[in-house]
């Protein structure tokens, strides 16, 4: 079975600062990685994904991410936040093993000040 | 293009009730998951369509729960006899195809509560 931590729950930033937020994965087979955003009373949006190749992954809005497969990680980061990005950030994974089905992370609720 | 959509956007039930949520994922798409997102158990898968059949049952909590899906398309998910535990958000998901790669897109939910 895999599972998805995120380290922080919450993530307070000032506009226009750098913000990263931490994932990190289990799983005994191979997974792909992906993260979301939700807005307030939204559903979910992919930000990026990870599948195969380049383990930086460029995705929506400016955001990016590192798959470390040595650490099990895939940090999402961004290197100028504006206050349109308050909103909840969850990784996942998905895995042949395990089914169809996305495994999430915790949530990380980011809030952007000015 | 029409992205998923579910119905109704929130619903309030007394105890012991059933409900019933819809969803209508987008034209084409041939697989379809529910999810439940609340705030003690955070976002949970449920089960998980191919066509109209149900490969993955995996996540349903109890056999209140359960769910269907006609002519590939809608689908919905039926709670009998509600309980207060019951109260989070449902979200639907679909997908072009069941690949494990493929990026599921989700509709903004059922805000369910049980009163």
């Known amino acids: 079975a895999q599972s998805v931590t995120q380290l922080d729950s919450q993530v307070p930033v000032f506009e226009e600062a750098p913000v990263e937020l931490r994932c990190n994965y289990s799983?005994?087979?191979?997974?792909?990685l992906f993260w979301y955003v939700q807005y307030p009373n939204q559903g979910l949006q992919l930000l990026l994904k990870y599948l195969s190749g380049s383990t930086l992954v460029k995705g929506i809005n400016g955001f990016e991410a590192e798959f470390n497969k040595s650490q099990t990680s895939f940090h999402l980061r961004k290197p100028s936040v504006h206050i349109s990005d308050t909103a909840e950030y969850f990784c996942?994974?998905?895995?042949?093993?395990?089914?169809?089905?996305?495994?999430f992370g915790g949530g990380t609720r980011v809030l952007v000040k000015p | 293009g029409a992205g998923v959509s579910q119905s109704p956007s929130n619903k309030v039930t007394e105890k012991g009730k059933d409900v019933e949520l819809r969803c209508d994922p987008i034209?084409?798409?041939?697989?379809l998951y529910w999810y439940r997102q609340s705030l003690g158990q955070g976002l949970e898968f449920l089960i998980y369509?191919?066509?109209?059949?149900?490969?993955?049952k995996s996540g349903l909590p109890s056999d209140r729960f359960s769910a269907e899906r006609t002519g590939g398309s809608v689908s919905t998910l039926t709670i009998q006899r509600t309980q207060q535990e019951d109260s989070a958000v449902y979200l639907c998901a679909s997908s072009p195809t069941s690949a494990i790669q493929e990026t599921q897109y989700f509709g903004p939910g059922t805000r369910l509560l049980v009163l």
């Open positions: 996942a994974v998905s895995a042949a093993a395990a089914g169809n089905k996305l495994t």
């Open positions: 799983s005994s087979v191979s997974v792909y």
């Open positions: 369509f191919q066509g109209n059949s149900a490969p993955d």
């Open positions: 034209s084409g798409h041939t697989a």
